[in-house]
């Protein structure tokens, strides 16, 4: 009579390396599937650990969905270098640490990209808008308007560029339908362009005619 195989031993790792470890994996999963359809077991199973640690480092399933969340959504913020000099360097450096970052964690931006539907509420909510903020801090210290960081106007171009940035770098690593050449080249050539040719009229208080 044959025995049975011994059960395999997990591998242990350090708390940081799991913490991050159960991110990825979370982040894959909710990327895949609502956050409804995605159980603590599941990412469990998937981490290959015990559901017992998961909720060690994270407490509940919500818990970790928000840690994923704000992971995500902020992780090309820590690469994005701390610059006013407002030069094209600057701006081309700042990009180009954007992307590296997204390239470096491609299912957590893309769980941070999903977010907003039925199931987001006011702690997501919260955190993205935080987020948006602080890219918008960043982006204009990059282009040299961090003196008109208190401007809503400003703030809210800058902002509505960083949503169309979002959905153009899921269409490079989520869809596929463009590369990251393509998403660069973008980049850099919109913002300057609505600093230079859009900002200008939003700026004009003169009222203008439709016809």
């Known amino acids: 009579m044959s025995s049975a195989p011994p059960t395999p031993k997990r591998t242990r790792m350090e708390p940081e390396e799991r913490r991050e470890q159960i991110l990825d994996v979370a982040a894959g999963l909710f990327g895949e599937r609502p956050y409804s359809e995605v159980s603590v077991s599941d ?60 390239r470096r964690n491609p299912n957590r931006w893309l769980a941070s990209a999903a977010v907003g539907g039925a199931e987001s509420d006011d702690d997501v909510a919260a955190i993205l808008d935080e987020t948006r903020e602080i890219l918008a801090d960043q982006t204009l210290l990059a282009i040299g308007l961090g003196d008109r960081a208190d401007d809503p106007v400003v703030r809210a171009l800058v902002r509505a560029w960083g949503g169309f940035v979002q959905e153009l770098t899921v269409e490079w690593v989520g869809r596929g339908r463009i ?17 230079d040719q859009v900002l200008p009229l939003i700026d004009d208080d003169t009222p203008e005619s439709i016809a």
Do not use: C, N
């Open 43 to 102: 990412i469990a199973r998937e981490a290959d650990i015990a559901r017992g640690l998961l909720h060690h480092y994270f407490g509940s399933k919500r818990d970790l969905y928000l840690a994923v969340v704000r992971k995500a959504a902020q992780a090309p913020l820590e690469a994005s270098p701390e610059t006013a000099l407002g030069s094209p360097q600057a701006w081309a450096t700042a990009v180009d640490s954007f992307l590296d970052a997204v």
């Open 179 to 195: 590369d990251d050449g393509r998403v660069r080249r973008t980049m850099l050539a919109t913002l300057p362009i609505l600093i």
